[in-house]
């Protein structure tokens, strides 16, 4: 159990575009999940923290209104890079939180063109 | 059966005490294996980065990787109370493209 799914694994746009990202839980509710973001050998760097129902909380210097994260059921929240640039070009990575505990997805890679 | 098991712990020492945390894998295609400390409410930091069989030595933190087992550790020496936190392993295969994470094993180091 625990698994943590995202789609799409790997997406390439154009500059200016916008791109959604989607964490599912897959057998358990999460009112908590996580977005992160890793540039190669890296830690992740923690964007904003969703919760269902409610507005997210982003992390200092992270563009809420470039970043939209949405978490509109237990079991799925998205992530909108908007208007993209080549600098947004990164690894995203979800994760969902279930009993103090978090379990992560397999991460999306995106490429800005 | 998962990719990566990770016993979740929690795990708790006394200071000065060497740590032992270990992940197995079923895919014997990894590549690259990571160990990732997180604080709570923060963000995974990258402790260590190996991408071979052997040994990987940084400060009182050494990482070892066995292929033929498949098998990783974290070793922490002289263990203090800063390092309580839960630490993530985590590998991805050639193409690096998907990772995999351990669900974390939660430390509690005892002054």
């Known amino acids: 159990g625990a698994v943590v799914s995202q789609h799409p694994s790997r997406v390439i746009c154009k500059s200016g575009t916008s791109v959604k990202i989607e964490c599912r839980s897959l057998d358990f509710q999460a009112t908590t999940m996580f977005w992160y973001r890793q540039f190669p050998k890296q830690s992740l760097m923690l964007m904003a923290t969703?919760?269902?129902?409610?507005?997210?909380?982003?992390e200092q210097g992270v563009e809420k209104d470039k970043f939209l994260i949405n978490h509109a059921s237990l079991t799925l929240s998205t992530l909108t890079v908007t208007s993209a640039h080549p600098e947004d070009s990164s690894f995203y990575i979800c994760?969902?939180?279930?009993?103090?505990?978090?379990?992560f997805g397999p991460g999306t890679r995106l490429t800005v063109t | 059966q998962k990719e990566v098991e990770q016993d979740p712990g929690p795990l708790s020492v006394p200071e000065g005490a060497i740590v032992s945390l270990n992940c197995t894998y079923s895919?014997?295609?990894?590549?690259?294996f990571m160990w990732y400390r997180q604080y709570s409410r923060k963000g995974p930091e990258l402790l260590m980065y190996t991408y071979s069989s052997g040994n990987k030595e940084d400060g009182r933190f050494t990482a070892q990787v066995d292929k033929s087992s498949k098998y990783i550790s974290l070793f922490i020496r002289d263990s203090q109370p800063s390092d309580s936190a839960t630490y993530l392993c985590?590998?991805?295969?050639?193409?690096?493209?998907?990772?995999?994470f351990g669900t974390g094993t939660s430390l509690t180091v005892i002054p």
């Open positions: 895919n014997s295609a990894f590549q690259y």
């Open positions: 985590a590998m991805t295969l050639p193409t690096g493209n998907q990772f995999y």
């Open positions: 994760s969902a939180e279930r009993v103090n505990e978090q379990y």
């Open positions: 969703s919760n269902e129902g409610s507005k997210a909380t982003y």
